[in-house]
């Protein structure tokens, strides 16, 4: 495989927390790789080693043949990186951002002018160009963070929950996006808390907690090693959730249900006859349900089966101690 992204051993420490604990994958050239994990499984702090924002402790890094530690400069060259945070000067306006990163990456002015005007229009911001960041609201700093990223058309793409804040319109075009810069053969590794962006999106998944890698593959081969069938109940009253949870609980056969993020309790089910109890339960006890039935599993039941949790809000953060090392790191460069 030609591979555009090499982990190997990967460790990194913050002081006693261990962030990464011997991390393995790779991406192939023009591929996108899904990073999930639940928060602070260490996904981001991967990711800003990736982009040489940190060092790591130990293992072997390289992107595109380069190594992140030996030439940190070479490899910053061909990459994009969208953080968890916008990262835009807000004095100046959205089409002075981009001209300032397209000039700093070596473009002409008319090309980066070019370049400019078609990003800012593809991300619908081409009417707020001339209006300072700061009068942008928070999804419209987050489209121009974007958009920075992409001006270079970087042969590598770092994404770090590049959708987070993003109304539907504009998360489906950050997405749209994303496909067209595969299919242009641009590599792309994605961190997302929104599990139906990695499995729209991602040709292999890598499943990372505690710093370690727990699942990777395909997302149909993730899916074929949960197996079984999910029993999926839906409260009609948010106030039945317990009372609802310990019904299914009491007629699984041992088997203890979860509460997953959309609030839905979910249990592993091969028995149809099942379903059958638990509807008949629910009736006598007056427990009113908006959805009962049986699904095949989803890609929440896999990160659900992995790390023992359901996928959290996609509002949260990840990695707060990386975000702190990755300061520290940018400290001693400019020493």
Do not use: W
């Not at 990186?81 to 008319?110: C, F, I, K, P, W």
């Not at 999926?232 to 019904?247: E, F, K």
């Amino acid at each position: 495989m030609d591979c555009a992204i090499r982990v190997e051993g990967l460790v990194k420490r913050f002081g006693a927390t261990m962030a990464l604990a011997g991390v393995d994958f790779t991406v192939r050239r023009g591929g996108v790789l899904g990073l999930l994990g639940p928060n602070g499984a260490g996904k981001t702090t991967a990711v800003q080693i990736l982009a040489t924002l940190l060092r790591p402790d130990a293992g072997r890094v390289e992107v595109l043949g380069l190594d992140v530690v030996t030439e940190p400069a070479a490899v910053r060259a061909r990459i994009g990186l969208t953080g968890q945070y916008a990262a835009v000067d807000e004095s100046l306006s959205g089409r002075h951002n981009m001209m300032l990163v397209g000039r700093l990456l070596g473009l002409s002015r008319a090309e980066a002018s070019a370049r400019a005007d078609r990003l800012l229009d593809s991300f619908g911001l081409a009417d707020a160009a001339g209006r300072r960041a700061k009068t942008y609201s928070g999804g419209m700093r987050r489209r121009l963070d974007l958009a920075v990223s992409l001006i270079g058309r970087p042969d590598v793409l770092f994404l770090d929950e590049p959708t987070t804040g993003l109304d539907p319109r504009y998360r489906n075009e950050v997405l749209d996006q994303v496909r067209v810069l595969a299919a242009e053969g641009v590599t792309v590794l994605l961190t997302t808390q929104y599990l139906d962006e990695a499995e729209q999106l991602a040709d292999e998944l890598v499943v990372i907690d505690h710093g370690r890698v727990i699942g990777a593959g395909t997302p149909a081969t993730l899916k074929a090693e949960v197996g079984g069938q999910r029993l999926h109940v839906r409260p009609l009253r948010r106030a039945d959730l317990v009372p609802i949870a310990a019904v299914v609980a009491d007629q699984s056969g041992g088997i203890a249900p979860v509460i997953d993020a959309t609030g839905e309790v979910v249990v592993t089910s091969a028995d149809a006859a099942m379903l059958h109890r638990v509807s008949a339960r629910l009736e006598a006890d007056r427990l009113p349900v908006a959805e009962l039935g049986l699904r095949l599993p989803s890609l929440d039941d896999v990160f659900l089966t992995l790390t023992g949790q359901p996928a959290e809000s996609p509002t949260t953060t990840d990695d707060s101690a990386g975000t702190a090392g990755a300061a520290d790191s940018l400290q001693e460069d400019a020493a």
